[in-house]
Nanobody, 116 residues
Framework: QVQLVESGGGLVQPGGSLRLSCAASGFTFSVYAMSWFRQAPGKEREFVATITSTSNSIHYADSVKGRFSISRDNAKNMVDLQMNSLKPEDTALYYC?????????WGQGTQVTVSS
């Protein structure tokens, strides 16, 4: 079955950096686009970034453009999110996502807290 396991979250000061990782299994990782979403307390889950199967196309939410970078390693079935210049408004539970056969799959999420 599809499994997505996020890691790398934590507490960081404003302006700091974190690198999130997502380990995928249970499907042919190399043929699917992968995405990151986030959900802050009291808010709806929102799109952060997506990367195509071959990494030839990448898109970011306007709120993270220029600060976050998504990448993937198809040999390791991993997708990462490098987050720089973090702001308090980036505080959220970050989820890895794959959409396959008309269904969204999610990991359990990893918490990112940006606070001084």
């Amino acid at each position: 079955q599809v499994q997505l396991v996020e890691s790398g979250g934590g507490l960081v000061q404003p302006g700091g950096s974190l690198r999130l990782s997502c380990a995928a299994s249970g499907f042919t990782f190399s043929v699917y686009a992968m995405s990151w979403f986030r959900q802050a307390p009291g808010k709806e889950r929102e799109f952060v970034a997506t990367i195509t199967s071959t990494s030839n196309s990448i898109h970011y939410a306007d709120s993270v453009k220029g600060r976050f970078s998504i990448s993937r390693d198809n040999a390791k079935n991993m997708v990462d999110l490098q987050m720089n210049s973090l702001k308090p408004e980036d505080t959220a539970l970050y989820y890895c996502n794959v959409y396959r056969f008309s269904r969204n799959y999610w990991g359990q999420g990893t918490q990112v807290t940006v606070s001084s």
